[in-house]
């Protein structure tokens, strides 16, 4: 909008930045206790276009916030490189689209390396491409990790998560509070 | 190893045609540093890096520029000009040499996508309403598997709603079970939020394709509808 000045008179935001505000707020009461014994590690995708082009550090110090009050401080264990200098998990720009596998994957390499060097039995990712892409490169090169939506793992925290919305929790979840 | 760059037959137009477009871009002001290439995980792909690429671009190799593969392997993720000392612009280079290819060109995958959202509103080509028949179902299963959410309500256009949200057609289209949980914390907040019918998609291939017309007209449409129609003071992405 910005790039082509079309006026608008609607605010735009993420629903990073509202889950952080209504978790702030006590509006959304979330709480890691259902991970307290069981202590499944986490990490979270700083997606591009939310982090690094748009909001910045405060998306990427409200994404962690998120993910933290849902898994537990203890079991949240961030990449390296993180927040604004993140790396692109690869599946950006198209690139999910664009027909260029080989390279796709070869750049998804460093992100599947730093995914690894986190040893998190969990990667969320807010962003559809990022999760596509995480996705593929852990299953083309072999890692074990479970890529899941953060409304997944809240709803799981707050005990209304349903039968049928776990496609993307590992077994360890797949029954977990049912 | 690659070739040797070949000075002769110079013709730096692609460069000047690029910073009409983008006046900021500080194509001249590359120090040749590195720290680009360094940090960003398409080096090497094609044989190219983004540091050889403003060498070429600043050097008037504007042929290889426009026929390189590599500005559809470059993600735009924007690492590269984040860390660069001299902000040189290489999203939006690579943006516009996207944009030189003809257009029937560029990769079927995003095109097909940036024509569907055209068309339809959304990158998976599905008619709105067939959108809301499913978010209607999904939110009637809800409502009756789970006591706690019968009085969830699941909108579309509703006009005057707060918030107007927008998620990746994906989402509804092939694994429309993953609505719920998003539904659910909304309705435990209390927001009064509804789904726009009209470009309800979260994603955008015609930025992705380099198409400014199309990408324009997406952006057009919704801004009318958001606040021409709905009225609806914010706007939400879900990524």
Redesign the interface.
């Known amino acids: 909008m910005k790039k082509f000045k079309i006026p608008h008179k609607f605010q735009f935001t993420s629903i990073i930045a509202l889950y952080a505000q209504w978790m702030r707020e006590g509006k959304l009461k979330v709480s890691s206790d259902w991970n307290k014994d069981l202590k499944i590690k986490f990490t979270v995708q700083d997606p591009c276009n939310i982090v690094r082009k748009t909001w910045r550090q405060q998306a990427a110090d409200d994404l962690r916030y998120v993910v933290k009050t849902i898994v537990g401080e203890e079991n949240f264990i961030d990449m390296v490189p993180n927040g604004i200098n993140n790396y692109c998990c690869g599946g950006g720009g198209g690139a999910l689209q664009a027909g260029y596998t080989e390279q796709r994957r070869a750049y998804g390499k460093i992100k599947f390396d730093q995914i690894m060097a986190t040893g998190a039995q969990y990667v969320l990712a807010p962003c559809h491409n990022c999760h596509a892409q995480i996705h593929d490169i852990g299953h083309h090169y072999g890692g074990h990790y479970q890529v899941s939506h953060i409304w997944t793992l809240m709803c799981l925290a707050m005990g209304i998560l349903g039968e049928n919305e776990r496609t993307y929790l590992a077994e360890d979840l797949k029954e977990f509070g049912l | 190893m690659a070739p040797p760059i070949e000075l002769n037959e110079m013709e730096p137009e692609f460069k000047e045609m690029v910073k009409e477009r983008v006046p900021n871009a500080n194509f001249d002001l590359c120090l040749t540093c590195g720290t680009c290439t360094a940090g960003c995980?398409?080096s090497e792909?094609?044989d190219m890096d983004p540091r050889k690429l403003v060498r070429m671009l600043v050097l008037g190799l504007d042929e290889e520029i426009r026929k390189t593969?590599w500005a559809?392997?470059?993600?735009?993720?924007?690492?590269c000009s984040?860390?660069c000392p001299m902000k040189v612009d290489i999203p939006k280079l690579v943006f516009n040499m996207r944009g030189s290819w003809p257009r029937d060109k560029r990769?079927?995958?995003?095109l097909?996508?940036c024509d569907k959202h055209i068309k339809t509103g959304n990158a998976m080509g599905v008619p709105t309403d067939d959108f809301i028949w499913t978010v209607e179902d999904v939110a009637e299963e809800?409502r009756n598997?789970?006591p706690?959410?019968k009085d969830m309500q699941v909108t579309v256009d509703r006009k005057g709603a707060y918030m107007?949200?927008n998620q990746?057609s994906?989402?509804p289209v092939t694994?429309p079970?993953?609505l719920?949980?998003?539904w659910?914390?909304l309705h435990?907040?209390?927001v009064d939020w509804t789904y726009p019918s009209v470009m309800w998609a979260?994603?955008n291939?015609c930025l992705?394709?380099a198409d400014?017309e199309g990408?324009?007209y997406i952006?057009?449409e919704f801004?009318d509808h958001?606040?021409n129609t709905l009225k609806?003071?914010?706007?939400?992405?879900?990524?």
């Open positions: 995980p398409a792909l094609f593969e559809w392997v470059c993600t735009m993720c924007g690492r984040n860390a990769p079927k995958g995003i097909g996508s809800i598997a789970q706690q959410f107007a949200i990746n994906r989402e694994e079970d993953e719920g949980p998003l659910k914390i435990t907040v209390g979260g994603e291939y992705f394709l400014d990408w324009r952006l057009e801004v958001i606040d609806c003071p914010m706007v939400v992405n879900t990524e």
